[in-house]
């Protein structure tokens, strides 16, 4: 009888988007701080969720990600168990991962059993399924988790 292992975040070999679409991320994290009128990192609730949406960087990851997919980004902190409402996969690449020590967990569907923990780091695109129950823990009170996010919906 073999044993399958079931990976729920993967790293995936993308290329990463150049300085002018760095530019562009960095300046609308700034835009999504202003919108939800956070003047540090500090001043959030727990729960913040944010996306903008920026038509060069779609362009840029459509043409060099997936072509199918829109391209936007997310602003979060600290989240407990949850599941992606109607997103199956979402592809990420973190700007800032908010911290040294976070990492994004995976649970069985009652939330009781860890299937996997993975400490994802910032400029590289990773493939998480979203539509079973995750986390993310260790966002570190004075920083942000800043990322270009394009989501598979089933």
Request: net charge neutral; charged share 20%.
């Given at each position: 009888?073999?044993?399958?292992?079931?990976?729920?975040?993967?790293?995936?070999?993308?290329?990463?988007?150049?300085?002018?679409?760095?530019?562009?991320?960095?300046?609308?994290?700034?835009?999504?701080?202003?919108?939800?009128?956070?003047?540090?990192?500090?001043?959030?609730?727990?729960?913040?969720y944010a996306q903008g949406y920026?038509?060069?960087?779609?362009?840029?990851c459509q043409n060099n990600v997936c072509k199918d997919i829109r391209?936007?980004?997310?602003?979060?902190?600290?989240?407990?168990?949850?599941?992606?409402?109607?997103?199956?996969?979402?592809?990420?690449?973190?700007?800032?991962?908010?911290?040294?020590?976070?990492?994004?967990?995976?649970?069985?569907?009652?939330?009781?059993?860890?299937?996997?923990?993975?400490?994802?780091?910032?400029?590289?695109?990773?493939?998480?399924?979203?539509?079973?129950?995750?986390?993310?823990?260790?966002?570190?009170?004075?920083?942000?988790?800043?990322?270009?996010?394009?989501?598979?919906?089933?």
């Open positions: 009888m073999t044993t399958h292992i079931h990976y729920y975040a993967q790293t995936l070999n993308l290329p990463s988007p150049p300085q002018n679409i760095l530019d562009i991320v960095n300046q609308n994290y700034i835009l999504q701080k202003q919108l939800y009128n956070l003047k540090t990192d500090d001043e959030k609730l727990q729960y913040t920026n038509a060069d960087v779609n362009t840029w391209f936007y980004f997310q602003l979060t902190t600290n989240l407990d168990i949850h599941v992606d409402a109607g997103s199956d996969v979402k592809l990420i690449y973190f700007v800032d991962t908010g911290g040294d020590n976070v990492f994004t967990e995976f649970y069985s569907n009652d939330g009781k059993k860890l299937l996997q923990s993975i400490q994802l780091v910032s400029h590289k695109w990773y493939a998480l399924k979203t539509s079973i129950n995750h986390s993310v823990r260790g966002v570190d009170k004075s920083r942000t988790r800043f990322s270009i996010v394009g989501r598979l919906f089933i």
